[in-house]
């Protein structure tokens, strides 16, 4: 998991304010997700990605959006729209198939709203 | 969708003691199951993994037993240290080729009392 990284560590929004959340990886895996943590709580998939130019809602993507131009990057946005968007935000990614499918995190991102 | 339920949400044990947490999923299709420790402000990091054509997995003090007919699977800590305080998630998920989502449950706090 030290082929993935997350920046800033810490992230602050004001209202109104799209900002954007970096995950690279250089595991060469093909497909890349983006979590929610709330604390005390479980992950929530908000997008993930199985190759370039493609990518799926997960469970929560309302508020969100992602591009995947590149193999190696897979950006979250968070819009303005997401109005309760402090959380730990985390990375994943992982090979595909044929005992590939584990998860692997980068060290993630704390949001905070201003 | 897939659904993981876990429990307990929090566990104290006696350092030496055995901890057991349990998962139940419900898609009976799901073939991958995965359990991840996270330390406090750290990146879940993946401790031990099954796959449905396996009934039991053992690595040293971990073991995770699953039963598909029941689906469910639990995660087995023997000999427990105070290193071992973390939160765990066991995840399901369905590992067909383009279709690697990971369902989390909620998280299991266990304390480890010296």
């Known amino acids: 998991d030290g082929g993935i990284t997350q920046s800033p560590k810490y992230l602050f929004r004001k209202e109104g304010q799209n900002v954007t959340l970096s995950c690279e990886q250089n595991?060469?895996?093909?497909?890349m997700y983006w979590y929610r943590q709330d604390p005390g709580q479980g992950l929530r998939l908000i997008y993930y990605?199985?190759?370039?130019?493609?990518?799926q809602k997960g469970d929560i993507a309302e508020g969100y959006s992602v591009s995947r131009e590149k193999k190696e990057s897979f950006p979250l946005t968070v819009t303005s729209a997401q109005k309760n968007p402090t959380a730990f935000y985390l990375c994943a990614s992982s090979g595909q198939g044929g005992g590939q499918e584990t998860q692997y995190f980068g060290p993630g991102t704390r949001l905070l709203v201003l | 969708g897939e659904n993981v339920e876990q429990h307990p949400s929090t566990l104290s044990v006696q350092e030496g003691d055995s901890a057991v947490i349990k998962c139940t999923y419900s898609?009976?299709?799901?073939?991958?199951f995965p359990w991840y420790k996270q330390e406090l402000g750290k990146r879940p990091q993946l401790i031990i993994d099954i796959r449905s054509n396996v009934g039991e997995k053992k690595d040293q003090r971990i073991a995770v037993t699953l039963n598909k007919t029941a689906k469910h699977f639990s995660l087995h800590i023997t000999e427990t240290q105070p290193e071992d305080s973390a939160v765990y998630f066991c995840a399901a998920s369905m590992t067909n080729f383009g279709n690697e989502k990971l369902t989390f449950g909620t998280g299991t706090r266990l304390t480890i009392i010296p």
């Open positions: 898609d009976s299709a799901s073939n991958y």
């Open positions: 990605s199985q190759i370039v130019n493609d990518f």
């Open positions: 595991l060469n895996h093909d497909a």
